[in-house]
Nanobody, 131 residues
Framework: QVQLVESGGGLVQAGDSLRLSCAASGRTFISSYAIAWFRQAPGKERESVSAISRTGLSTYYVDSVKGRFTISRDNAKNTVYLQMNSLKPEDTAVYYC???????????????????????WGRGTQVTVSS
């Protein structure tokens, strides 16, 4: 069983920064998985934010966060990060990290934003950005 724990959320003002962490616990080696961040605002569907391949060589972002968010991973620390800069009120949501066991890299690269391709999810961390 893969256990993921998010942390780093909080209440900030527009323009501020936060760094979210997604740590794998127990006997989980996060290096075995492609990892993505998703978010869900009240009354809205869960949406993709960013993803990183197992090696960290490939990263993906939705257009709304490009240039502001950076995903990275430290497999030695069993952790994936999401650095969020220039936060906007519309970034307010619960942020979830998720692990994918899809083995075909090309398939995952084309479909990284699909929630159905992620087998394991954390419980989320709240990010609130005030205007």
């Amino acid at each position: 069983q893969v256990q993921l724990v998010e942390s780093g959320g909080g209440l900030v003002q527009a323009g501020d920064s936060l760094r979210l962490s997604c740590a794998a616990s127990g006997r989980t080696f996060i290096s075995s998985y492609a990892i993505a961040w998703f978010r869900q605002a009240p009354g809205k569907e869960r949406e993709s934010v960013s993803a990183i391949s197992r090696t960290g060589l490939s990263t993906y972002y939705v257009d709304s966060v490009k240039g502001r968010f950076t995903i990275s991973r430290d497999n030695a620390k069993n952790t994936v990060y999401l650095q969020m800069n220039s936060l906007k009120p519309e970034d307010t949501a619960v942020y979830y990290c998720a692990a994918s066991t899809v083995s075909r890299i090309e398939y995952w690269a084309r479909n990284w934003a699909r929630t159905s391709d992620y087998n394991f999810w954390g419980r989320g961390t709240q990010v609130t950005v005030s205007s």
